[in-house]
């Protein structure tokens, strides 16, 4: 499985983004999709998570109210869509998937399989 994130750069605070992973590969239809993101001499945070049929979806306190994750099963591709950037939003930010179904959605990067590279996210003041 390859995830490969685009759509990343730099922005200023209260501007917008949107994240993409574009995801090949899979042997298997049902999978659950996470966004984690590392900012510098930070341990790497759940962000938001989806689950297999777009029902499920969970997120981090941090961005609660201003991101949105979707999927596109067409495309196999999922996003983050993200409102209100604040400089704490710095930071890298990657995706991963696991083979899931039900309303399984993993907060914990421990439960994914497989990664992307990332992108990196500049929010500047």
């Known amino acids: 499985v390859q995830l490969v994130e685009s759509g990343g750069g730099q922005v200023q605070t209260g501007g917008s983004l949107t994240l993409s992973c574009a995801a090949s590969?899979?042997?298997?239809?049902?999978?659950?999709m996470g966004w984690f993101r590392q900012a510098p001499g930070k341990e790497r945070e759940f962000v938001a998570g989806?689950?297999?049929?777009?029902?499920?979806?969970y997120y981090g306190d941090s961005v609660k109210g201003r991101f949105t994750i979707s999927r596109d099963d067409a495309q196999n591709t999922a996003y983050l869509h993200m409102n209100s950037l604040k400089p704490e939003d710095t930071a890298v930010y990657y995706c991963?998937?696991?083979?899931?179904?039900?309303?399984?959605?993993?907060?914990?990067?421990?439960?994914?399989?497989?990664w992307g590279q990332g992108t990196q996210i500049t929010v500047s003041a």
């Open positions: 991963a998937d696991v083979q899931a179904w039900g309303d399984y959605v993993p907060v914990d990067e421990g439960a994914y399989d497989y």
């Open positions: 590969g899979h042997t298997y239809s049902k999978y659950a």
């Open positions: 989806i689950g297999w049929n777009g029902v499920h979806r």
